[in-house]
């Protein structure tokens, strides 16, 4: 790569390359001028204009390029050097993308291009969560709605449809995997993004200790255990986390393999029952409603809210859908959607009935194992056994679920320079993400055990962390109407749609902080800590400004010169890594507006403005070089350059540039593009970062 400024270059920024004697000639003209010529005089030419500029510009840049762009402004180190975080002059590059790069960059995205799963099978891998809920969510809202617990658990699943669409319209404009977090990522600053990504996080960890609570309650309904169920639970995460370790990986097949096996069970439950109950007659029925109905209509719409707000804990799994996007095939996503909501349609409300017409009303508000109970009442012990034996393997599958949810969080977010490579530090013979499993598995001991190791309180926190998940679904989609409308995608959804799912949201949260006001303090200490650990992880520089700044107070510390220096080389080594920003014109707003960004959102030092051209320099905006110059000397702490890239703009050629320059696609970010550009934001691999 050439980095010296080509003639053409020069031609481009419209600066003439003349012998220095002629740019003096040019001097003293430029100045008649300015001296005020008289009317009928002819006015300048644009070099003559822009002369004093350039002269300006030779004075404070060095001819070299070299040293750094220390600003003469008042600095906050009074005592140490205030060189700190200043950066170099940028540079004029050209380059060209030969055949044999993008071919090999055509390769590697054909290879990573695996989109295997269809809509049924894409279903069973969310399905195992959404129809195993059942398990840990019907004693939750049988204890809250009573005898309402039908209506309730089947007017929440029908509040689902609500978000369908939106949920569909938000795939169609961002089809990757990551959820809320690459929604808000491209639509908006990359703080909400990590607010986003520690709710994400949270569900996981719900999930996962959620699944191994309910798993060993349906264990202690069999045998007696010798030890307290608190260790069981713990016994069980950290023996998935060990499976993990061993390098087991998600399966489609052995998940649709578990979700036939569990539909196989809840049919075989509601027919048992449904006989059971033509045998019988209603008597159990009527006996239940009169004992638990409520005194009076108010009474039974407070329940019926109440186990409505609850009853979202029967439908967690559905959030999960958008993290399997990128492996699903195109036109597949809202055929997984259709058929995840309606066998929760018809299994949840039905199941629950069945239940009242078979159970004592005691029996089902006592009982943490209700199903299991259920089979054992209406066809016998052999019917109990299998209803327990499909619990175990569903919930430990929600376990693996929510440890391998989390390595695709975390992976996602090393990915974008939010937590250190070493995270992802694979081991040797299996190639699993040691660090991230432990760390997962640190989270989930100390959230249970800090819980009291109580069962109702993890399951409210569970139903927070989905509904925060699906508000964010309706935030999301509002955000990316506003601020990213240009995107393409089909079908287009109202966005008083989206108000009223975040109302509707907002409103069954404050459902469920006012069933348990523990559970908004227990997630909101949750998130607070966990969210300040990604911020810090993201933006590492603050904090060590802060330091530097503290040291810089304390003039005893200032002949430590060598924490200072240390502090220095840190804060170098995070902002050396480069963005790029991928420009199509050479509007200097546009520019700046870009470089804001990086400012705001990556704590980066190197920012590379990249404009591709396919053969001739005419077709260059002609103040790109010009306009970059500015904007490099408006920002004394950040680097810009400027490369010209002679290729067309594909994904094949962002591949291979990204190769060849060593930044990562993800870390290229562009504005919006329209419908009649030719590729998908998931086959660009960028980020979107303006209109």
Same mark, same amino acid.
């Given at each position: ?100 790069? !993008? ?19 894409? +279903? ?33 699943? &029908? ?21 809320? /977090? #690459? ?17 994400? $996080? ?48 998600? %399966?489609? %097949? ?14 075989? !439950? ?11 007659? =209603? ?40 993290? /399997? ?32 017409? %078979? ?5 089902? +508000? ?7 109970? $259920? ?68 989270? @989930? @001991? ?8 109580? $069962? ?55 459902? =469920? ?24 992880? +993201? ?7 802060? +330091? ?32 790029? &920003? ?23 030092? &190197? ?5 591709? /051209? ?52 993800? #870390? ?24």
């Amino acid at each position: 790569m050439d980095d010296k400024t080509s003639p053409e270059s020069s031609k481009v920024a419209g600066v003439s390359s003349q012998p220095a004697h002629e740019t003096v000639e040019m001097t003293t003209t430029s100045k008649e001028h300015v001296a005020g010529p008289d009317v009928g005089n002819e006015p300048p030419s644009f070099a003559q204009s822009q002369l004093h500029t350039i002269i300006r510009r030779q004075i404070a840049r060095p001819r070299d390029g070299s040293g750094v762009k220390v600003s003469k402004r008042p600095s906050r180190f009074a005592n140490l050097p205030i060189e700190l975080g200043f950066a170099g002059w940028g540079k004029v590059q050209w380059t060209a993308l030969s055949h044999d790069e !993008l071919a090999a960059a055509e390769a590697k995205l054909r290879d990573a291009d695996e989109k295997v799963l269809g809509h049924w099978v894409g +279903a069973a891998v969310v399905g195992n969560d959404l129809l195993g809920s059942v398990f840990y969510a019907f004693p939750a809202v049988a204890v809250v709605a009573g005898i309402y617990s039908p209506i309730s658990l089947f007017v929440a699943t &029908c509040i689902l449809f609500i978000f369908r669409p939106i949920m569909v319209e938000l795939a169609s404009a961002i089809p990757v995997s990551g959820s809320n /977090y #690459m929604y808000l990522l491209n639509s908006t600053k990359r703080f909400a993004a990590l607010a986003a990504a520690t709710v994400t $996080l949270l569900d996981n960890v719900a999930t996962a200790v959620v699944s191994a609570a309910t798993s060993t309650v349906y264990i202690q309904g069999e045998v007696d255990l010798p030890f307290s169920p608190i260790w069981l639970t713990i016994l069980l995460l950290i023996l998935f986390s060990i499976v993990a370790v061993a390098g087991l990986k998600e %399966s489609a %097949s052995l998940a649709f393999v578990i979700l036939a096996l569990h539909i196989a069970t809840m049919l075989a !439950l509601m027919i048992s029952s449904a006989v059971s109950w033509g045998v019988h007659g =209603n008597a159990i029925l009527r006996h239940n409603w009169a004992i638990a109905r409520a005194p009076d209509t108010a009474g039974a719409l407070k329940s019926i809210f109440y186990g409505v707000c609850l009853s979202f804990l029967g439908m967690t799994g559905f959030e999960c859908a958008p993290d /399997y996007i990128s492996s699903m095939k195109r036109g597949r996503y809202p055929l997984v959607l259709r058929n995840l909501l309606w066998p929760a349609v018809f299994l949840n409300g039905t199941l629950m009935l069945l239940a009242f017409a %078979s159970l004592p009303y005691s029996e089902i +508000a006592g009982s943490p194992n209700i199903l299991s109970q $259920l089979g054992y009442v209406v066809a016998g012990r052999w019917l109990r056994i299998w209803v327990t034996v499909d619990a175990c393997v569903c919930l430990c599958a929600g376990i693996l679920t929510g440890i391998i949810s989390n390595i695709a969080l975390f992976e996602r977010l090393t990915k974008d320079r939010v937590l250190p490579k070493f995270v992802m530090h694979p081991l040797p013979r299996s190639g699993a993400q040691w660090v991230s499993i432990l760390a997962f598995l640190i989270i @989930c @001991c100390v959230l249970f055990l800090t819980t009291g190791g109580k $069962l109702q309180i993890v399951s409210l926190m569970f139903t927070t962390a989905f509904l925060a998940i699906v508000g964010l679904f309706a935030l999301s989609f509002l955000m990316i109407n506003f601020h990213r409308s240009r995107l393409p995608r089909t079908p287009r959804t109202s966005v008083w749609l989206g108000f009223f799912a975040l109302v509707l949201t907002l409103v069954m949260l404050g459902g =469920n902080v006012a069933l348990d006001p523990r559970t908004i303090a227990y997630f909101a200490a949750y998130f607070a800590v966990l969210f300040a650990i990604l911020c810090l992880f +993201a933006n590492p520089v603050t904090p060590l400004q802060w +330091a530097y700044w503290m040291l810089d107070q304390v003039s005893v510390l200032h002949r430590r010169t060598g924490l200072a220096q240390r502090i220095v080389l840190a804060i170098t080594r995070f902002r050396r890594k480069p963005v790029a &920003c991928l420009i199509k014109t050479d509007q200097v707003d546009e520019l700046l507006e870009m470089i804001l960004y990086v400012q705001d959102n990556e704590p980066t030092s &190197c920012v590379k403005l990249i404009h591709f /051209y396919e053969s001739s320099i005419d077709a260059i905006p002609s103040e790109l070089e010009a306009n970059m110059h500015i904007i490099d000397e408006a920002f004394p702490h950040i680097t810009v350059d400027l490369l010209f890239v002679q290729a067309p703009f594909t994904p094949n050629a962002i591949e291979a540039l990204s190769h060849k320059i060593h930044v990562p696609r993800n #870390m290229m970010f562009m504005n919006s593009f329209s419908d009649s550009f030719p590729y998908g934001l998931d086959e660009m691999g960028t980020r979107i970062i303006g209109l």
